[in-house]
């Protein structure tokens, strides 16, 4: 089955968005904390994949975080515990070709940023194996294009995706405006305003968007997970944290129905 096609035509701001991906690299990761583990699923075309689980205890609310490049999981590890503390099942994971090694782990296949996608998908399938049927993802860089493709496929039932700096296209992974108007989705798009072509493609996929959804460009030159270590950290944390409250609540609705 074909990936889904977002094709905003902006060869200029696509490069730029590439090469600030590229050399966004912050400070050195923390380690795991004890109470996370690691684990392995599997994605499509039997690629395995690596990861790590922050636990929460009675969590039936799960959050996947996606990585940007240069980096691997290990650059969520600070907030996966920051996510456990508040009470959401949290997973890492590493994207197919990512191999750090150590605690940060190491995922089999060759990077192809084009079937990122299928890794969220994977992620997403995993965490719910493990007891939590209610999932958001949330995306650095090219992790949060590969997190809106996949919660644009019709089986994701994805309730809430937030992106941190995310390009409108990289490396074959783009996002095509019909599909972002009818994603049902709630969607958040976070940019520094200094990092240009990051918060232009966040303010141009919020304008393409239908509710419920919103843009925060914040005064800062971060790009992805450095946003949260870098001084608008505190803020952004902030944002994500009721953001989740308001699409991706601890306690399941009252229907039970997915979020």
């Not at 590890?77 to 994971?93: K, V």
């Not at 490396?171 to 072509?197: C, H, Q, R, W």
């Not at 968007?209 to 952004?236: A, C, F, Y």
């Amino acid at each position: 089955m074909s990936a889904p096609r977002f094709r905003l035509v902006r060869a200029a701001a696509t490069i730029a968005a590439a090469a600030v991906a590229l050399s966004a690299c912050g400070p050195s990761s923390p380690p795991p904390s004890p109470g996370s583990r690691p684990v392995s699923f599997t994605s499509s075309g039997g690629v395995e994949l690596e990861g790590r689980l922050f636990e929460a205890e009675g969590a039936t609310a799960g959050v996947v975080l996606a990585h940007m490049r240069p980096a691997d999981q290990s650059s969520w590890f600070g907030y996966a515990d920051t996510l456990a503390d508040e009470g959401y099942r949290t997973l890492t994971f590493n994207f197919r070709g990512y191999c750090p090694g150590g605690d940060a782990g190491c995922s089999a296949g060759e990077a192809e940023v084009s079937s990122l996608w299928r890794d969220v998908e994977a992620a997403v399938r995993y965490l719910r194996s493990v007891g939590a049927p209610r999932v958001a993802v949330i995306g650095a860089s090219m992790g949060g294009t590969a997190a809106l493709v996949a919660a644009s496929r019709p089986t994701a039932r994805i309730g809430a995706v937030a992106t941190l700096s995310a390009p409108t296209s990289i490396d074959g992974l783009d996002v095509m405006p019909e599909v972002l108007a009818s994603m049902p989705s709630a969607k958040l798009f976070v940019a520094g305003n200094a990092d240009v072509a990051a918060a232009t493609d966040a303010q141009r996929m919020y304008d393409l968007s239908t509710p419920p959804k919103r843009v925060e460009i914040l005064p800062s030159e971060d790009h992805g997970t450095d946003l949260l270590d870098g001084n608008q950290g505190p803020n952004l944390r902030g944002v994500l944290s009721s953001w989740l409250a308001r699409f991706l609540p601890l306690q399941a609705p009252a229907r039970g129905e997915d979020a």
